[in-house]
């Protein structure tokens, strides 16, 4: 199975702030990335695919890059709604696996 | 706008059958691959597996011995069976579409596991 790493796994920032963060994966999935956002008790939301594919209806603030191993997702603007949880995804073979999550809260 | 709703008992004893039902409303079952997620609380996600309307479904290794998933176009939903569950297994159980990427999601089910 491939496993995913995420770091950090939380991060405190500010409204306005930019906010990256870094997806490993344990080998080469290409392009086969996906981003998720939970907010407590939420199901988690579905952001970006194939690594740098935005969603219908995700704002542009939102951003990912990186193929092979390493991604990044960068929130440009920090609002005060994406204060949440993200989660990494690969989709390069079975079984489909998640990163550990990233805590984005509030300094 | 398409959209999931789990259902099922929200508790389940030890070595018994977790059984838990998706219904989709706004899109047709046979048009995507169907997947079932887990997440005890506080805790990460996890594909458990997911289905196709041809039949054809794929389970996570961690749990093939134990799952199963069907799925009845008729009712345009899809079901989850997890046998001899173990306190391991209490977790909120998330139905979504998809194949590659999971969206929508449904807003999931807490299943605990406990005598």
């Known amino acids: 199975d491939i496993q995913m790493t995420q770091s950090p796994s939380s991060v405190s920032a500010s409204v306005g702030d930019r906010v990256t963060i870094t997806c490993r994966a344990s080998?080469?999935?290409?392009?086969?990335l996906a981003w998720y956002q939970q907010k407590p008790g939420k199901a988690p939301k579905l952001l970006i695919y194939?690594?740098?594919t935005l969603e219908s209806g995700v704002p542009s603030r939102f951003s990912g890059s990186g193929s092979g191993t390493d991604f990044t997702l960068t929130i440009s603007s920090l609002h005060s709604e994406d204060f949440a949880t993200y989660y990494c995804?690969?989709?390069?073979?079975?079984?489909?696996?998640f990163g550990p999550g990233t805590k984005v809260d509030v300094k | 706008q398409v959209q999931l709703q789990e259902s099922g008992p929200g508790l389940v004893k030890p070595s018994e059958t977790l059984s838990l039902t998706c219904i989709v409303s706004?899109?047709?079952?046979?048009?995507?691959?169907w997947n079932w997620i887990r997440q005890p609380p506080g805790k990460g996600l996890e594909w458990i597996g997911h289905?196709?309307?041809?039949?054809?479904?794929d389970y996570n290794p961690s749990l093939k011995s134990r799952v199963s998933i069907s799925m009845d176009t008729s009712k345009n939903q899809f079901s989850l069976r997890l046998r001899s569950v173990t306190v391991a297994d209490t977790a909120v159980y998330y139905c979504a579409r998809g194949y590659s990427q999971f969206g929508p999601w449904g807003q999931g089910t807490l299943v605990t596991v406990s005598s």
């Open positions: 194939t690594a740098s």
């Open positions: 706004g899109d047709f079952i046979t048009n995507y691959y």
């Open positions: 289905i196709y309307h041809n039949g054809n479904s």
């Open positions: 080998q080469d999935i290409s392009y086969w």
């Open positions: 995804q690969h989709a390069d073979s079975l079984p489909r696996g």
